[in-house]
């Protein structure tokens, strides 16, 4: 399978990116923006078009996401080629809101407005009184400015306590104490919504809104217009509306009124990572690891995830989230650079020993059936094993690995874990018929260094345990000798 990948961290999160400053040579006036040849666009056209470009071209569309090429990223294509507002469905941690946040990459990278405008209009459709007025009486000098993409983009989770004020409007009493006539159009205080006019706005957790709140939203997505109390008032708003749910919440916590799904022109079904390789790819590409973790400890980590998210003991409903996995493989990054600093190595690298400390950290991340109340440490531990095993088979099947039994064929014991250094390991192994290969087909190459070396010697140690060619013992102080 396909996929994009790419280096950027939650795709462009406009609330913490420092805003560019726009060109010098743009247009400063409405008279100059006419004078250049600037036309009008709605935001679906942008995206249209832009993306349109990008299919033609066969650039990238949405950086950083994993694993969606031939199922879900297709669809939304879709839906933005048909101008459709849209929902994301899916389990929790499947990248519905870093995939929602990459959509504005797809804007242009500038878009003028009419400088001060509070919904910040474009200046060929001035909408409200105050900046009609001011176009009517500046004509072509109207000051505009320039907004960058990463400004268009809105965001609200959505909460019980959410009102109706938050996300389209309400008086402000300020102004109306100011002086101003109750019925005066200019005391209105926008919410989110209008606000994020000429952008793309998205409700996370769109079920957990009141139902009385998500009518507010059905003119929006249909009539393209909001309404604010008794006022007459009407502001033709130009946006993409963006929601994402888990399929559980409608019938757990709340759900989406009737009105509301049908106003949304495409339902998108999320996933997880259909295949190890992808599930890897994400732990690689998301993970800030703080010590080198060897490619096969990745893969038992990537397996571990997917043993976790299958197994019957486990709350399918909730989903087991890609931070699950991302979590695990920092924390068994943690675990070498403890062992280092303790042991005084000059490198960090993770080995088997150190994936056992995320049973117990991530527990908490995991929701169990109700019937496993107490076992689940040692549920969480055998699917570890598990994937241990299975890793193992997938990647050393085939090699004589006689040189590794051979060693306590006599009696002898191996002593590692978590506080055994990677040279005290090595000393007891010393040269083994068979390491060259192993290391290779573990992707630790030619030269591995020390670190590296001792990482694959107890990877095949755990794996000739687990396939019952070697015994293995723990000790009270967290060592592990492994012996015939």
């Not at 407005?113 to 900046?131: D, F, K, M, V």
């Not at 959410?162 to 200019?186: F, M, N, Q, W, Y």
């Not at 006019?197 to 957990?208: H, K, M, Q, S, T």
């Amino acid at each position: 399978m396909s996929q994009v990948r790419g280096s950027v961290s939650e795709v462009t999160e406009a609330s913490t990116q420092l805003v560019p400053t726009p060109p010098t040579d743009l247009p400063r006036t409405l008279g100059e923006l006419r004078a250049s040849g600037h036309e009008f666009r709605t935001v679906k056209e942008e995206l249209r078009d832009n993306l349109l470009d990008r299919l033609r071209r066969g650039a990238p569309r949405f950086p950083g996401i994993v694993g969606f090429d031939d199922t879900v990223l297709p669809e939304v294509e879709r839906a933005l080629l048909a101008g459709h507002d849209m929902v994301l469905l899916g389990e929790r941690g499947q990248g519905k809101t870093r995939l929602i946040r990459g959509l504005v990459d797809l804007l242009d990278e500038w878009t003028p407005y009419i400088t001060g405008s509070e919904l910040r209009e474009h200046p060929y459709q001035p909408l409200t009184p105050a900046t009609r007025r001011l176009a009517g009486e500046t004509g072509d000098l109207l000051p505009i400015s320039w907004l960058h993409r990463s400004e268009r983009y809105g965001e609200k989770l959505a909460t019980p306590d959410t009102s109706v004020g938050d996300l389209i409007g309400d008086v402000d009493p300020i102004k109306v104490a100011e002086g101003r006539a109750l019925g005066d159009p200019d005391t209105i205080h926008f919410g989110l919504v209008p606000r994020t006019n000429r952008g793309i706005f998205a409700v996370n957790e769109l079920p957990d809104l009141a139902e009385r709140i998500q009518v507010s939203l059905l003119n929006v997505l249909e009539e393209r217009d909001i309404q604010v109390r008794g006022y007459q008032l009407r502001l033709p708003l130009d946006l993409l509306l963006v929601a994402s749910a888990n399929p559980e919440d409608y019938t757990n916590r709340g759900r989406i009124i009737t009105p509301l799904k049908d106003r949304f022109g495409a339902e998108i079904r999320t996933h997880y990572p259909l295949d190890i390789e992808l599930e890897t790819s994400l732990i690689r590409q998301e993970a800030a690891l703080a010590a080198h973790v060897p490619d096969h400890l990745v893969e038992v980590l990537a397996r571990y995830t997917r043993a976790v998210r299958e197994s019957p003991a486990v709350d399918s409903r909730s989903g087991i989230s890609a931070r699950f996995a991302i979590a695990a493989a920092e924390t068994v990054a943690a675990s070498a650079l403890r062992r280092s600093g303790l042991r005084n190595e000059r490198e960090a690298v993770a080995r088997i020993c150190d994936t056992v400390s995320v049973t117990s950290t991530l527990r908490g991340k995991v929701e169990f059936e109700s019937g496993e109340e107490g076992r689940e440490t040692e549920i969480l531990a055998h699917l570890l094993r598990l994937a241990t095993a299975e890793t193992f088979r997938a990647r050393l099947a085939g090699l004589d690995l006689s040189g590794f039994t051979a060693l306590v064929a006599e009696g002898a014991i191996i002593e590692t874990g978590d506080l055994v250094s990677a040279e005290e390991l090595l000393a007891q192994i010393g040269t083994v018929p068979g390491l060259a290969k192993v290391l290779d087909r573990l992707g630790l190459g030619d030269a591995p260094s020390p670190g590296q070396a001792a990482s694959g010697v107890e990877f095949v140690l755990e794996g000739l345990h687990l396939t019952r060619r070697l015994a293995k013992e723990l000790t009270d102080d967290g060592r592990t000798l492994y012996g015939s």
